[in-house]
């Protein structure tokens, strides 16, 4: 079964730091690029950041641009997050995906359940 | 960026009706483009990609057309396991954009 579980949320104060992993299991984890994405409290889902099947390629959203650092370990099949600065708006639920191909430019076909980052003081 | 517009933000259907769903994206974006189930408290389900191809294993029932910056997603017989927001998204240019979701319940 293809499978993706989040781990690393919490509460943590504006401006400390906060690191996301995801595990994946079920398929070639170094065969396709993966993504994080996040939905905000009562409101929609927002593309974050993605890194290619081989790390040659990571992108970001503005929003978290210069902040947040992706990742990925294929020898272990893990992904993170590195989330530093953190700001209330960055209060979320964070998604783990697999993107349908080696690319960022793809589709995301397979979820984690997500793992949720509160930033109050 | 490319901003990605839903029509409509919400809508009510009997069992067995056809609904539609349109996604409009400020520029063109070729076919790059995924449509996602979301219900409350489960993970986003991807249903349609590259604007028309339906993902493996999901119901018959859902499809998706359009190309450059229409892009239209239809449900041909309603069920009630179908209540959900739907969201759009594409990924022809970063930031890779959702539209605001469209919200489906049954009448």
Known sequence: EVQLVESGGGLVQPGRSLRLSCVASGFTFGDYAMSWVRQTPGKGLEWVSSISWNGGTILYAGSVKGRFTISRDNAKNSLSLQMNSLRPEDTALYYCAKGGTTSCFSRLDVWGQGTTVIVSS | ?107
């Open chain 2, 1 to 107: 960026d490319i901003q990605m517009t839903q029509s409509p933000s919400s809508l009510s259907a009997s069992v067995g009706d056809r609904i539609t769903i349109t996604c409009q994206a400020s520029q063109d974006i070729t076919k790059y483009l995924s449509w996602y189930q979301k219900k409350p408290g489960k993970a986003p389900k991807l249903l349609i990609y590259d604007g028309s191809n339906l993902e493996t294993g999901v119901p018959s029932r859902f499809s998706g057309s359009g190309s450059g910056s229409v892009f239209t997603f239809a449900i041909s017989s309603l069920q009630p396991e179908d209540v959900a927001t739907y969201y759009c998204q594409q990924y022809d240019s970063v930031p890779f954009t959702f539209g605001p979701g469209t919200t489906v319940n049954i009448k």
